[in-house]
T-cell receptor
């Protein structure tokens, strides 16, 4: 399967702590994206990192990409209760146009 | 700018029936993709349309079909519904290849 693998599957932290989520994939990618989903609703795009980039920041989010290890990590700093959600990494494989291949997701719970 | 709009939000159908779901992309977006989300299989790609042509297809049976109109609005159809088709169906639009996808709120289909 080309599907990405995220870990951990579930993460519970205290408000104010940092949350780190990891994603691995199997084949060459054009880009990797992270999405958030609240309670079975639509997905919200968080950040996109291209295969020639190593790190990107957006507000409290920091994403890294290591193409040699075929892995990415998402760091959420100073977490808030509102960050409680499921997080998915999605890869766009080379030549796949706009097709996203999702991992199973990580459930993040941030305790107030 | 209005977001991606999916209708209806909820549907209950009986086994053997067929269903049509609708998606209106963000204005100017010509690519529309469809995904099925279930607790067991996660997020799975169904198909992608660009300028009224199917550009990518996932690994779903022929009962699942779609189309795109000249105004970029898209519909997906599922015929001869099975209990296993119960899922959240998500539509996403993108402005260009290999860019972020914007998702609608989804259509929750329940087959009884």
């Amino acid at each position: 399967s080309q599907q990405g693998e995220e870990d951990p599957q579930a993460l519970s932290i205290q408000e104010g702590e940092n949350a780190t989520m990891n994603c691995s994939y199997k084949t060459s990618i054009n880009n990797l994206q992270w999405y958030r989903q609240n309670s079975g609703r639509g997905l919200v795009h968080l950040i996109l990192i291209r295969s020639n980039e190593r790190e990107k920041h957006s507000g409290r989010l920091r994403v890294t990409l290591d193409t040699s290890k075929k892995s990415s990590s998402l760091l959420i700093t100073a977490s808030r209760a509102a960050d409680t959600a499921s997080y998915f990494c999605a890869t766009v494989f080379t030549g796949a146009n706009s097709k996203l291949t999702f991992g199973k997701g990580i459930t993040l719970s941030v305790r107030p | 700018k209005a977001g991606v709009t999916q209708t209806p939000r909820y549907l209950i159908k009986t086994r053997g029936q067929q269903v049509t779901l609708s998606c209106s992309p963000i204005s100017g977006h010509r690519s529309v993709s469809w995904y099925q989300q279930t607790p067991g299989q996660g997020l799975q790609f169904l198909f992608e349309y660009f300028s009224e042509t199917q550009r990518n297809k996932g690994n779903f049976p022929g009962r699942f079909s779609g189309r795109q109109f000249s105004n970029s609005r898209s519909e997906m159809n599922v015929s001869t519904l099975e209990l296993g088709d119960s899922a959240l169906y998500l539509c996403a639009s993108t402005a260009q290849v290999n860019t972020e996808a914007f998702f609608g709120q989804g259509t929750r289909l329940t087959v009884v």
